[in-house]
T-cell receptor, first 110, second 114 residues
Framework: GIQVEQSPPDLILQEGANSTLRCNFSDSVNNLQWFHQNPWGQLINLFYIPSGTKQNGRLSATTVATERYSLLYISSSQTTDSGVYFCAVERKSSGDKLTFGTGTRLAVRP | KAGVTQTPRYLIKTRGQQVTLSCSPISGHRSVSWYQQTPGQGLQFLFEYFSETQRNKGNFPGRFSGRQFSNSRSEMNVSTLELGDSALYLC?????????????FGQGTRLTVV
């Protein structure tokens, strides 16, 4: 199956700092999503971005499908950004399932 | 527009029992998928239903089963519970076509098997 690797696995930031999270995947994909898992376990949609660049407030994401990676940028981080960030991909032949990376655990200190 | 609703939020069951979890998708969404999240295995795909038909199934034993009703609500059942089934179970819904569409997740059901 497709492999999805996220880096770094853990990240500690001071409030106000910027960060870049990376997601590498091993095959062509038709869907790529970024999620933030809150402390209660819910996956919050950040971006649906199979290719290209999108921005939403302090967050932005870029997927370079031809090179099989995606980046999530967090600017001016806040303590509420803390949590686990997941990248999930769907391959054309995978039949309706998302394959998740192992996540990046982010802690933002006040 | 209401989001994906999962019930119950928390469950404690004894080994050997069975459990049924419920998921109501976003109105108009016909695709429902289930995922299991554990600290050791991460997020893993269980199965996906579209228009009451299972379209895809992950690598889980037959004790894990599911179904979808005509109103797109879905249930998953785990029989003969084992300690290792303790996990967060997440349900996702997608719009009409399902495939490659954006998935939206519910708040999850946290199952503890004792």
């Amino acid at each position: 199956g497709i492999q999805v690797e996220q880096s770094p696995p853990d990240l500690i930031l001071q409030e106000g700092a910027n960060s870049t999270l990376r997601c590498n995947f091993s095959d062509s994909v038709n869907n790529l999503q970024w999620f933030h898992q809150n402390p209660w376990g819910q996956l919050i949609n950040l971006f649906y971005i199979p290719s290209g660049t999108k921005q939403n407030g302090r967050l932005s994401a870029t997927t370079v499908a031809t090179e099989r990676y995606s980046l999530l940028y967090i600017s001016s981080s806040q303590t509420t950004d803390s949590g686990v960030y997941f990248c999930a991909v769907e391959r054309k032949s995978s039949g309706d399932k998302l394959t998740f990376g192992t996540g990046t655990r982010l802690a933002v200190r006040p | 527009k209401a989001g994906v609703t999962q019930t119950p939020r928390y469950l404690i069951k004894t080994r050997g029992q069975q459990v049924t979890l419920s998921c109501s998708p976003i109105s108009g969404h016909r695709s429902v998928s289930w995922y299991q999240q554990t600290p050791g295995q991460g997020l893993q795909f269980l199965f996906e239903y579209f228009s009451e038909t299972q379209r895809n199934k992950g690598n889980f034993p037959g004790r894990f089963s599911g179904r979808q009703f005509s109103n797109s609500r879905s249930e998953m059942n785990v029989s003969t519970l084992e300690l290792g089934d303790s996990a967060l179970y997440l349900c996702a819904s997608r719009s009409a076509g399902g495939r490659y569409a954006e998935a939206f997740f519910g708040q999850g059901t946290r199952l503890t098997v004792v």
